[in-house]
């Protein structure tokens, strides 16, 4: 009876393992790129809602290294744009939104992975809880109160050459909840100003929220982004024709390395 019952609960937790890792997914070409979304590099905040986006430095050096390891290729998104002819095993790593632990945390370990990355910043970042433009119950404050990086800082990050820089819209918009004209502001004019701001190219995009419709995508376009990332998950089929709606792979705060590894191995989550 104790050998049923131990062989029952070994299968239930094989079940259980299955599901929360879908270990039984088959793997993408590895000449199909990877596109990882990070948020924050720090610890996580007892009690904290958005924890999620809060990855530890400790796991995120740990995945650096076993990227090199495995011998992926680090890029940046501009290496995308019009490009087929990518190096089998390329991941390209990008940070939404703007906070400082990017460079006090992030850039010490691509540094010393030599990895570089494109952080998709929000121009007018400071004191905007902008996480009550998706869900209006978000009014904690918490997102708000993280700090951003400076445009010093910036500066700082874009001179290494570790970093390019990307538009996230003006302030964080719900571009769905948007008339056309402000759409051309939180979209257009938005790239324009970070461009003269820091004396350099921005050429992708990512849509806040991952929320997005045509109308969005053809703003974007006639902005002058040649590529535009999106919060589906997954592994691009093809990175010309979908240039303007690129799906990437949600890095969280509460993966394991098993989880990590399936997920850049099949670019989804579990079932």
Known sequence: MAVIAFLIIAALIAVMLSRRYAWWRASVDYRRPRILMYHMVCDPQPGAKFNKLRVPP???????????????????????????????????????????????????????????????????????????????????????REPKLSDAQLEQMLASGRWELGGHTRTHANLANLSAAERDIEISDARKSLAARFGTTVDSFAYPFGIYGPNDVAAARAAGFTTAVTTDEGVPSDVVSQAMELPRIKVSGKDSMLAFRLRMRTGLRGA
Do not use: C, I
């Open 58 to 144: 400790a796991n995120f050096e740990q995945q650096l290294r076993w990227l090199k390891d495995q011998g992926w290729h680090f890029a940046s998104m501009s290496d995308l744009g019009g490009a087929r002819n990518l190096p089998k095993k390329t991941v390209v790593l990008t940070f939404d939104d703007g906070y400082e632990d990017n460079l006090l945390n992030a850039d010490p370990v691509l540094e010393r992975y030599d990895a570089r990355a494109t952080l998709y910043v929000v121009e007018d970042r400071f004191d905007r809880d902008w996480s009550t433009s998706k869900k209006a119950h978000h009014n904690s404050g918490e997102l708000m």
